[in-house]
């Protein structure tokens, strides 16, 4: 069955310093996304990506975070000076076309800055 | 602002019991999700409920959307150990697909 691949499953950082994340979504769906969750809370939307450009992002997306899909299968999420606080697992999920309105989440990338 | 509200946040469970959770939402939504996370896991999807009135089933867990009562329920049916997990419900924001709004999910232990 075909999955969401993230990669790495543990990233370990300094804070301040720049950290990418790396997704590969379902080939033949048409939207992407990130979510986070910090260690024991609830899951939280960051963005959503369509048609090579953000469809929407929340509050937390602020300008120290950005999102690229280079190549047509990568989807990556880069956080450009990395806060304490954003520790957390970092989820990419995707949809649409083939997997219709079903989010499909990767394992996820779990971050830790100190 | 939507909210999304579950509960019991705890739930433990004896084998062969059955139990339902709720979850509860501010405002109107077209989409309902039910997701399960094992510990240190992934969000596996269980649900999506579209319409008022839909009702899904697999296996001991059934999921049902009232969008008028802004309530949706999963009701767990003779359980069994395996179905220990954290169960989320998650709201479609109503802007661009995908914006889920998640409930702080329910911890649920089912004890032989």
């Known amino acids: 069955e075909p999955e969401v691949t993230q990669t790495p499953s543990h990233q370990v950082t300094q804070m301040g310093q720049e950290v990418i994340l790396r997704c590969v979504p379902i080939?033949?769906?048409?939207?992407f996304y990130w979510y986070r969750q910090i260690l024991g809370q609830k899951v939280e939307f960051l963005v959503s990506?369509?048609?090579?450009?953000?469809?929407?992002k929340s509050e937390i997306f602020d300008d120290q975070f950005s999102v690229e899909r280079p190549d047509g299968s990568n989807f990556t999420l880069k956080i450009r000076s990395t806060k304490l606080e954003d520790s957390a697992m970092y989820f990419c999920?995707?949809?649409?076309?083939?997997?219709?309105?079903?989010?499909?989440f990767g394992s996820g990338t779990q971050l830790s800055v100190l | 602002e939507l909210k999304v509200e579950q509960n019991p946040l705890f739930l433990s469970m004896q084998e062969g019991k059955n139990y339902t959770i709720y979850c509860n939402y501010s405002t109107t939504s077209d989409r309902l999700y039910w997701y399960r996370q094992d510990p240190g896991k992934s969000l596996e999807s269980l649900f999506v409920?579209?319409?008022?009135?839909a009702v899904k089933q697999e296996g001991r867990l059934m999921a049902s959307l009232d969008t008028k009562a802004r309530l949706s329920t999963l009701h767990i049916t003779a359980a069994v150990h395996d179905l220990s997990a954290t169960y989320f419900c998650?709201?479609?924001?109503?802007?661009?697909?995908?914006?889920?709004?998640f409930g702080k999910g329910t911890k649920l232990s089912v004890k032989p």
């Open positions: 998650a709201v479609d924001h109503g802007g661009s697909q995908g914006n889920l709004i």
């Open positions: 999920a995707s949809s649409g076309e083939g997997g219709g309105e079903k989010l499909f």
């Open positions: 080939s033949n769906h048409l939207y």
């Open positions: 409920l579209l319409s008022n009135g």
């Open positions: 990506f369509y048609n090579n450009e953000i469809s929407e």
